[in-house]
Nanobody, 119 residues
């Protein structure tokens, strides 16, 4: 079966950095857009970033300039480098694939990794 597993979350202070990783198995997503989403306590899941099969990147305005999405097709995975973290970035971060760039929706989802940013 298709599985996506995130790692790299943790508890940090405002201004710190974290790098999230996502490894997929059961299907190759080399030609598919993959993305990161997050869900904060009491809020709806929101789009964070998507990277297309040919490396085009899209970001939510709230993270633009601070977060960077990348992919490693040899590992069938993606990464999210998060810099200058803010308390409002606190959420469960999930990776997903394949994603539709036009609708920002995806078919398969990982279990998520917790990112907590203290003020």
């Amino acid at each position: 079966q298709v599985q996506l597993v995130e790692s790299g979350g943790g508890l940090v202070q405002a201004g710190d950095s974290l790098r999230l990783s996502c490894a997929a198995s059961g299907r190759t997503f080399t030609y598919n857009p993959m993305g990161w989403f997050r869900q904060a306590p009491g809020k709806e899941r929101e789009f964070v970033a998507i990277i297309s099969g040919n490396g085009k990147r899209f970001y939510a305005d709230s993270v633009k300039g601070r977060f960077t999405i990348s992919r490693d097709n040899a590992k069938n995975g993606i990464y999210l480098q998060m810099n200058t973290l803010k308390p409002e970035d606190t959420a469960v971060y999930s990776c997903a694939a394949p994603c539709n760039i036009l609708t920002w929706t995806c078919d398969y989802w990982g279990q998520g990794t917790q990112v907590t940013v203290s003020s």
